[in-house]
T-cell receptor, first 112, second 115 residues
Framework: SQQGEEDPQALSIQEGENATMNCSYK?????LQWYRQNSGRGLVHLIL?????REKHSGRLRVTLDTSKKSSSLLITASRAADTASYFC????????????FGRGTQLTVWP | DTGVSQDPRHKITKRGQNVTFRCDPI?????LYWYRQTLGQGPEFLTY????????KSRLLSDRFSAERPKGSFSTLEIQRTEQGDSAMYLC?????????????FGSGTQLSVL
């Protein structure tokens, strides 16, 4: 079953604007990850945030985590047309076996 | 390091036929995962290997599905007596044995269409 719920399901913005995607989950976690998927391709890992962290940055990406609200957000600053893709959050549901549970994703379209 | 490789990229089959997919993980990765993804959904966990041992199977993996990882290297996923509901993208992923093992490296997937 799906673990996370991303919001919005679809987001359309212009190049240069910021894109914010949200993710909610239901169980305890060790960490939460964000992945990106271009159409018809596999997923690419973007960033991991641990349950004891509140914010993390990687290049133009900023991730926040609020374990009390069981939610996370992914911010992409100064978006580019090449950022067009689906973005998924994934959690481990507190397991250390490595399997991840993904949400349904946010389809981001960045117009030039 | 050529990444995770999956073969074939596309497979079209008739209902009732058997199909087999192959996954070659990154060479030093000891963990290997199979996921299934349908249109508009996120990947759903199917099964997981650590080396050659299959440690966990999802309830999604019916008895028509079987996965192997002989010698702890490549893995195969076989679907017997395919049904139209099996149409999906089948993704393979692998991870490092040590620090950073939470991060999964995905292949490009095998797109299965059952007619």
């Amino acid at each position: 079953s799906q673990q996370g719920e991303e919001d919005p399901q679809a987001l359309s913005i212009q190049e240069g604007e910021n894109a914010t995607m949200n993710c909610s989950y239901k169980t305890s976690i060790n960490n939460l990850q964000w992945y990106r998927q271009n159409s018809g391709r596999g997923l690419v890992h973007l960033i991991l945030i641990r349950s004891n962290e509140r914010e993390k940055h990687s290049g133009r990406l900023r991730v926040t985590l609020d374990t009390s609200k069981k939610s996370s957000s992914l911010l992409i600053t100064a978006s580019r047309a090449a950022d067009t893709a689906s973005y998924f959050c994934a959690t481990d549901r507190g397991s250390t076996l490595g399997r991840l549970y993904f949400g349904r994703g946010t389809q981001l379209t960045v117009w030039p | 390091d050529t990444g995770v490789s999956q073969d074939p990229r596309h497979k079209i089959t008739k209902r009732g036929q058997n199909v087999t997919f192959r996954c070659d993980p990154i060479s030093e990765h000891n963990r290997l995962y199979w996921y299934r993804q349908t249109l508009g959904q996120g990947p759903e966990f199917l099964t997981y290997f650590q080396n050659e041992a299959q440690l966990e199977k999802s309830r999604l993996l019916s008895d028509r599905f079987s996965a192997e990882r002989p010698k702890g290297s490549f893995s195969t996923l076989e679907i017997q007596r395919t049904e139209q509901g099996d149409s999906a993208m089948y993704l393979c992923a692998s991870s490092y044995p040590g620090q950073g093992r939470e991060k999964l490296f995905f292949g490009s997937g095998t797109q299965l269409s059952v007619l």
